[in-house]
């Protein structure tokens, strides 16, 4: 199908394409390896100290970096993530990804390599496209007008997150849709705020195998999604059996929280509450590098540049996640929570 850069394997469940690895700062230049494939997506977070997330990409490039924790724009960071590797990615010198002693963790997937021109939307995009393993990286510019933009997969994205990242984006949210929610709903990645409604956000359309709706756009707090010549950056999944899953579930309020079956074990799970019902809602980021065995206490937060956490205990098992406490940010009684889960691929 034109326009879409593919990404085969013969392994199953998407092949190699993500893994988290764990390394400290040396503050120099340095190389992080044993990733197990070049990544095309980057997310860095300091586990020792209160800095915020970095977020890079292969189609906005090296050293362009977003900030998952607050509404600012793209800034270019020359001694930030300089380069993608065979096996993992080089660093600067920049404190905020390489301080000297300090512990960081990066989560690491795989989409399709340098970007193809997509014109199987209304908007034409950039795309990096892993079709084997539901992901792939979206770039476009908004028009100000209800449109549709090709996200280069075969199936419809589950998840979507979507940011401007032009130099006049300060303030501008990072816009969430799940298909849990419908195609009326949005969510705020750098907030704890609850699940909102907008016709503006996604045209009050589901997105389809070839493209995702945009509305009329504007500055409207959830209607940022294709603001008229403004640049977009946006992230797509759908589920692959055996290697991610996207869904939801309701909580219990009890220490024995709900079993969430994935089929296979995570090795990253992502957790947000959705309804408004408690105060705030933190997206609470688990996985199994920080932890290598149950349960999973050592916790970061998206919308957050606190340093690592221990609370929000998990279990991952071999088909399924556990709740294990009763924290309304992930088990709130009656509460209802989206998640995003990637397999233990190392």
């Given at each position: 199908?034109?326009?879409?850069?593919?990404?085969?394997s013969?392994?199953?469940?998407g092949?190699?394409?993500?893994?988290?690895?764990?390394?400290?700062?040396?503050?120099?230049?340095?190389s992080?390896t044993?990733v197990?494939?070049?990544?095309?997506?980057?997310?860095?977070?300091?586990?020792?100290?209160?800095?915020?997330?970095?977020l890079?990409?292969?189609v906005?490039?090296?050293?362009?970096?977003?900030v998952?924790?607050?509404?600012?724009a793209?800034?270019?960071?020359?001694?930030?993530?300089?380069?993608?590797?065979?096996d993992?990615?080089?660093?600067?010198?920049?404190?905020?990804?390489?301080?000297?002693?300090?512990t960081?963790v990066?989560?690491?997937?795989?989409?399709g390599?340098?970007?193809?021109?997509?014109?199987e939307?209304?908007?034409?995009?950039?795309?990096?496209?892993?079709?084997?393993?539901?992901?792939?990286?979206?770039k476009?510019?908004?028009t100000?007008?209800?449109?549709?933009?090709?996200?280069?997969?075969?199936?419809a994205?589950?998840?979507?997150?979507?940011?401007?990242?032009?130099?006049?984006?300060?303030?501008?949210?990072?816009?969430?849709?799940?298909?849990?929610l419908?195609?009326t709903?949005?969510?705020?990645?750098?907030?704890?705020?609850?699940?909102?409604?907008?016709?503006?956000?996604?045209?009050?359309?589901?997105?389809?195998?070839?493209?995702?709706?945009?509305?009329i756009?504007?500055?409207?707090?959830g209607?940022?999604?294709n603001v008229?010549?403004?640049?977009?950056?946006?992230?797509?999944?759908?589920?692959?059996?055996g290697f991610s899953k996207?869904?939801?579930?309701s909580g219990?309020?009890?220490?024995t929280?709900?079993?969430?079956?994935?089929?296979?074990?995570?090795?990253?799970?992502?957790?947000?509450?959705?309804?408004?019902?408690?105060?705030?809602?933190?997206?609470?980021?688990?996985?199994?590098?920080?932890?290598?065995?149950?349960?999973?206490?050592?916790?970061?937060?998206?919308?957050?540049?606190?340093?690592?956490?221990?609370?929000?205990?998990?279990d991952?098992?071999?088909t399924?996640?556990?709740?294990?406490?009763?924290d309304?940010?992930?088990n709130?009684n009656?509460?209802?929570?989206?998640?995003?889960?990637?397999?233990?691929?190392?």
């Amino acid at each position: 199908m034109f326009g879409k850069r593919l990404i085969k394997s013969n392994d199953e469940g998407g092949g190699a394409s993500f893994n988290t690895v764990l390394y400290t700062g040396n503050g120099s230049t340095q190389s992080i390896t044993g990733v197990g494939f070049q990544p095309d997506f980057v997310w860095i977070k300091s586990r020792s100290a209160a800095t915020s997330h970095k977020l890079t990409d292969i189609v906005r490039g090296t050293t362009k970096a977003l900030v998952s924790n607050t509404a600012a724009a793209e800034t270019t960071e020359a001694n930030g993530l300089t380069a993608f590797g065979s096996d993992g990615f080089t660093l600067g010198t920049d404190s905020v990804y390489n301080n000297s002693g300090a512990t960081y963790v990066a989560w690491c997937w795989k989409s399709g390599g340098a970007a193809v021109t997509n014109t199987e939307g209304s908007i034409t995009s950039d795309v990096s496209a892993n079709v084997d393993a539901g992901f792939s990286v979206v770039k476009h510019t908004g028009t100000g007008a209800a449109a549709t933009v090709g996200h280069g997969l075969s199936s419809a994205p589950e998840l979507i997150i979507y940011k401007q990242i032009s130099s006049s984006a300060t303030g501008k949210n990072w816009v969430i849709y799940a298909s849990p929610l419908g195609n009326t709903k949005f969510m705020l990645l750098n907030a704890t705020a609850s699940e909102s409604t907008d016709s503006d956000a996604w045209n009050n359309t589901s997105p389809t195998s070839t493209v995702f709706s945009v509305g009329i756009g504007g500055d409207a707090f959830g209607s940022q999604t294709n603001v008229s010549g403004k640049e977009n950056i946006v992230y797509c999944f759908h589920s692959v059996a055996g290697f991610s899953k996207f869904g939801s579930y309701s909580g219990n309020g009890s220490a024995t929280g709900p079993t969430v079956t994935t089929d296979f074990e995570p090795g990253f799970v992502m957790i947000k509450r959705t309804s408004a019902d408690a105060s705030g809602g933190n997206w609470i980021i688990k996985d199994n590098k920080r932890n290598t065995s149950n349960p999973r206490t050592k916790t970061l937060i998206a919308n957050s540049l606190s340093a690592e956490l221990t609370e929000y205990d998990v279990d991952f098992n071999a088909t399924s996640f556990q709740i294990l406490n009763a924290d309304v940010d992930i088990n709130k009684n009656g509460g209802t929570y989206i998640y995003m889960a990637f397999a233990n691929q190392f």
